[in-house]
């Protein structure tokens, strides 16, 4: 089964590269990892205004009230998705495949701070949509008959 702690930090990075660099982020993903308990979903979604607070007080991270809001939020979502699904990662096959303009309503509808470039390449990055590959190029069928890169690694 694929790792929601893994997902769930996955997608804080890239809600917290918008209108930044991924070179930024990159820097700094021991940084957020370390200020968000590992990205284990069951902490970070439990915080409260004193985790909030230090959080906000934190350089080595991108301390915005808004990027931080949303990954407490978005915490506390997964964790309601994981009672009715059994995990994010189930939450997400149920719905897959779908075109990105239909990912990303239903994204701006479950998580907070999840616009169309946020949404695809969070999915892009783990290989529910596509990337590089467009349908039309001859690697693309072969790229779509495999599972997600993450999943092969994680088992």
């Known amino acids: 089964m694929a790792d929601d702690d893994q997902l769930f930090g996955r997608l804080l990075l890239e809600i917290n590269q918008a209108g930044l660099s991924w070179l ?6 021991e ?3 370390r200020a968000f308990d590992g990205f284990r979903v069951s902490k970070v979604a439990h915080y ?11 350089s080595g ?3 915005n009230r808004l990027k931080i809001d ?7 979502t997964i964790l309601e998705l994981q009672k009715e699904f059994g995990s994010f990662y189930n939450w997400l096959e149920l719905h897959h ?6 990912w990303v309503k239903l994204f ?20 529910f949509l596509p990337g590089a590959h467009e349908k039309r190029c001859p690697v693309f069928a072969k790229i779509a008959k495999k599972k997600p890169m993450w999943m092969r690694i994680n088992k």
């Open 61 to 63: 991270i991108i301390r």
């Open 24 to 29: 930024t982020i990159l820097k700094k993903k």
């Open 70 to 76: 949303a990954a407490i939020a978005n915490a506390r």
């Open 108 to 127: 701006k509808k479950t998580f907070r701070f999840t616009g169309g470039e946020i949404t695809g390449e969070f999915l892009m990055s783990i290989g």
């Open 97 to 102: 495949p779908l075109e990105k303009s239909e």
């Open 48 to 58: 409260g205004e004193k985790q909030r607070s230090r959080l906000l007080q934190d």
């Open 31 to 33: 940084n957020f990892e």
